[in-house]
């Protein structure tokens, strides 16, 4: 199968049930706090489903989704995916993949992707223009759900796939965050023949759940030691989802307004807001891609890399670490690091597993980097990855040369 034009069209029908259940919600009690400190605000989820069910426009938002050139194809294992190809307006576009995590989607980057793939148009250098590729994660919007047998740790092979048989690229760089940066990740590792750079904003967390290493410094212990009190303060939703997924996708899946406060809670904890969500994301911005996950009936599928994490037994884990040996330390990495995005690690534990060439400490930002801060990110991409142009050049000069 190769690439087919895919148009977002959600049926009507799916839209007047979504009225219908926003008008019924069944409203919990505050328990004496309008604030957030129960893990949410009933006031504003009341403010933001009336929005919702007055006042948010889905069709907008998908004429929207639609300007970008929409595809879907099948990679490898026979997975059915959903992805954005957007071709850079420059003299040589250096092809670029992104990968988004949980809770959000493709949306993720809508404000990124026109940045990288038209510099110019943003006040940018043209030659610092991108084909931007912007993948859903299988389970996720309108890739199909994984086969039997899929996991999280294959879907680095999908995307080479996807860039390599599928695209026509023989060489690119990648981008990712949250579940994005761990398939970055194995991407370089399991294709660093291909993967010239990776751009992160985070280091993954499985690196810190494989132990503390015999010499930490003392930012590493401080960072371990974080880790270790976020998993039971913050992290109970990576648990339910991890080991029950289906316990809350069940009411999830039901409810747009309990859909909506499982997401939004933590756009809210993550970004940069100081506890007002709209100063870092709009009603409908927060909604969209809520939206995403509702038409789609993806909430349950969206939680399968955190079960295959969870269930991993020892041979996995064993096969990964042996894995790391193939390249994830070689190829070039580069850290965009936002303050408020979930844990701040210092560069040295980032050395530890990765060939850091550039560490770049932001101003300000949260986990959604690329929706909340897209201009600090779209600098620091074109920054990196100006270099790698050149060895692409070279690259096809030579193959040239040899009349490959």
């Known amino acids: 199968m190769t690439a087919v034009p895919f148009t977002i069209d959600v049926p009507q029908a799916v839209l007047d049930d979504l009225q219908r259940r926003l008008q019924a919600t069944r409203w919990i009690d505050d328990l004496n706090d309008p604030g957030w400190s129960h893990g949410l605000s009933i006031p504003y989820m009341r403010e933001l489903v009336a929005y919702w069910h007055s006042a948010f426009d889905w069709r907008a938002q998908e004429d929207s989704l639609n300007g970008f050139p929409n595809f879907r194809t099948d990679v490898k ?6 992805f954005i190809h957007e071709q850079g307006k420059g003299p040589d576009p250096l092809p670029i993949i992104l990968t988004h995590g949980f809770p959000d989607s493709v949306l993720r980057f809508a ?3 026109p940045m990288l793939a038209d510099p110019a148009a943003y006040g940018g250098d043209p030659a ?10 299988p389970g996720y919007g309108f890739s199909d759900k994984p086969h039997d047998g899929t996991s999280l740790f294959q879907v680095g092979d999908m995307w080479h796939d996807l860039m390599t048989r599928v695209l026509g690229y023989d060489h690119y760089v990648a981008h990712g965050g949250d579940w994005g940066s761990t398939i970055t990740d194995f991407l370089a590792r ?20 494989a132990g503390a290493p015999t010499d930490p410094s003392r930012a590493e212990r401080d960072y371990l030691d974080f880790v270790a009190k976020f998993q039971p303060s913050q992290g109970a ?4 989802q991890g080991a029950q997924p289906q316990v809350v996708a069940m009411g999830l899946n039901d409810s747009p307004a309990g859909l909506a406060a499982w997401i939004v809670e933590k756009f809210r904890r993550w970004s940069d807001c100081d506890g007002d969500v ?3 994301f709009t009603k409908d911005e927060l909604l969209a891609n809520v939206m995403l996950y509702w038409v789609t009936q993806t909430i349950n599928s969206s939680f399968l890399p955190y079960y295959d994490v969870t269930q991993a037994g020892a041979m996995t884990w064993l096969r ?12 070039p990495a580069a850290f965009a690091m936002f303050p408020k995005d979930l844990s701040s690690p210092p560069r040295e534990w980032a050395a530890r597993f990765y060939n850091v060439q550039r560490w770049t400490p932001m101003p300000h930002g949260g986990h959604f980097a690329a ?7 779209a600098n620091d991409l074109r920054t990196f990855f100006r270099p790698f142009r050149g060895m692409m050049a070279a690259m096809r000069s030579e193959l040239f040369k040899s009349g490959d």
Request: glycine content about 4%; charged content about 25%; overall charge negative.
């Open 190 to 209: 399991d294709h660093s023949d291909a993967v010239l750079a990776i751009h992160l904003t985070d280091v993954p967390f499985y690196h810190a759940l």
């Open 237 to 240: 939703y990576a648990f339910v």
């Open 77 to 82: 294992g026979g997975q059915i995916i959903h």
């Open 320 to 331: 990964q670490k042996l894995n790391e040996w193939k390249g994830s330390d070689e190829v």
């Open 111 to 113: 404000k990124l992707i």
């Open 128 to 137: 610092d223009a991108f084909h931007v590729v912007a993948p859903s994660l």
């Open 371 to 377: 929706l909340e801060e897209p201009d600090l990110l």
């Open 278 to 280: 709209e100063r870092a």
